[in-house]
């Protein structure tokens, strides 16, 4: 029986690693000097939050999550976003009275969504989300639509823009609904059975929607964003002008409402057009009524999360080649078992200085062994064989140099040091 990786899942393997660290790394450092803090939350949840938080009748929801019961028959599902779980965590530990206000926090894992697998989707993918809690201010809607811009720009994602529209607060989007309503039923039965269903729940949804006759028939709509009260309308103008004066670019697109139904006030999309129908890398919102509404204070929030498959798939299309990490510097040849023991202490002489290496297979032949420092791109190779016992002179081969030297054992790491990157 030969087993394959489940469908939508993807093993990450040695030769990739690097795009995942070069992005993450750029995501630790910006995050860091924004000052916000790591968290890791539960890959499970209960069921039931992600149907209250995320949205009943949306997508995630109704079709795309992974549940089941456990083996007291509690309800639960795999986690299919970040967010809900964030403030989950806030509401249960009360951490919004903790010392820092407002509280700033990231996260990156695994997300599992029952999705249809192509390029871009899959049903176990990464995303990194950013989160900051405790603030009303539009001045922290602009700092996370700034991070997030900031991390595509340093990590060289070509082509990249920033949609941003407001959603309104439940008192300004109650109002519109029933406008939005009254003009969606109009034409009722022109539009796809999903949008008939959610003129009746939640009528934003239908701008979501990717069928085309739905997306012509609402092209006259009316829009929230000429309809929020004047505290949203405010808001929204005060984000647009920080992020002036961060130099973050942006267009207002008022056809952003985002899949989930936790939004208030600002929505925001990163998009690019070179990945076909998967042209959102990530995007956020502002969430001030979710921590209440599981059970926690109120507290107003905002947050974004972007999928780190697409950013990657972005920049190889753009053949954009990421840093090489280290290969391995040293491998210790011992010739015989004879020069075993010296060998395993070179090696963890080598550790000590921060230099990686590994001992060969003494029962090899040379020969065999200095092929391998080929095949594995070492930089060093230390042969150890008995005159190299007695005399206390180890042979260091500069692999890519093709040149060789008697170093006194207790010179090889500074030899090394010395001549690394020589070749
Ligand atoms: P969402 O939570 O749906 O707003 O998604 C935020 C970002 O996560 C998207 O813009 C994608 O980059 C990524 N994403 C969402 N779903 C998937 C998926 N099924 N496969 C890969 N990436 C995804």
């Not at 910006?30 to 938080?53: A, G």
């Not at 009524?289 to 999928?307: F, N, R, T």
């Amino acid at each position: 029986m030969k087993y394959q990786a489940p469908r939508g899942t993807y093993d990450i393997l040695p030769e990739d690693i690097k795009k995942w660290h070069y992005i993450e790394n750029i995501i630790r450092k910006l995050t860091s000097l924004y000052n916000y803090s790591e968290v890791r939350t539960p890959i499970f949840e209960q069921l039931d939050l992600f149907q209250r938080s995320v949205g009943e009748d949306t997508d995630i929801v109704e079709k795309e999550m992974y549940t089941f019961e456990d083996k007291k028959g509690r309800n639960l599902a795999l986690r299919p976003e970040g967010t809900a779980s964030i403030a989950r965590m806030v509401a249960e530990r009360n951490l919004q009275s903790s010392k820092k206000e407002p509280l700033r926090l990231w996260y990156e894992g695994p997300m599992f969504r029952y999705s249809r697998p192509q390029k871009g989707r899959h049903r176990q993918f990464y995303q990194f989300g950013v989160e900051c809690i405790g603030s009303p201010k539009p001045i922290v809607d602009a700092e996370i639509i700034a991070i997030g811009w900031q991390i595509l720009q340093e990590a060289k994602v070509p082509d990249v823009s920033l949609e941003i529209n407001s959603v309104g607060c439940p008192d300004c989007r109650d109002k519109y609904n029933i406008l939005l309503k009254n003009f969606l039923y109009k034409d009722r039965d022109k539009y796809c059975e999903d949008c008939q269903r959610r003129m009746e729940q939640n009528p934003l949804r239908v701008f979501d929607c990717k069928n085309n006759i739905c997306r012509h028939l609402i092209v006259n709509a009316p829009r929230m964003l000429d309809n929020l009260c004047e505290e949203c309308a405010q808001h929204f103008k005060e984000v647009k002008k920080n992020l002036e004066m961060m130099n973050v670019p942006f267009t207002v697109n008022p056809e952003i409402v985002r899949g989930l139904d936790y939004y208030t006030k600002t929505a925001f999309e990163y998009k690019i057009n070179y990945l076909g129908a998967q042209d959102a890398l990530g995007g956020g919102g502002r969430y001030d009524g979710l921590i209440e509404y599981l059970g926690g204070k109120q507290i107003p929030a905002v947050g974004l999360s972007m999928g780190l498959e697409r950013i990657i798939l972005s920049l190889e299309k753009s053949g954009f080649s990421f840093p090489e990490e280290d290969n391995l510097e040293v491998f210790i040849i011992p010739i015989g078992a004879e020069a075993l023991q010296a060998s395993i202490d070179m090696m963890q002489e080598l550790h000590k200085a921060d230099i990686s290496a590994v001992v060969a297979d003494e029962n090899s032949s040379i020969g065999n062994n200095l092929k391998l420092c080929d095949k594995n791109n070492v930089s060093f190779a230390v042969l150890i064989g008995g005159n190299e016992l007695k005399s206390g002179l180890y042979v260091v081969k500069n692999i890519k140099k093709k040149s060789q030297s008697e170093v006194i054992k207790e010179e090889v790491i500074n030899f090394i040091k010395t001549n690394e990157g020589v070749a």
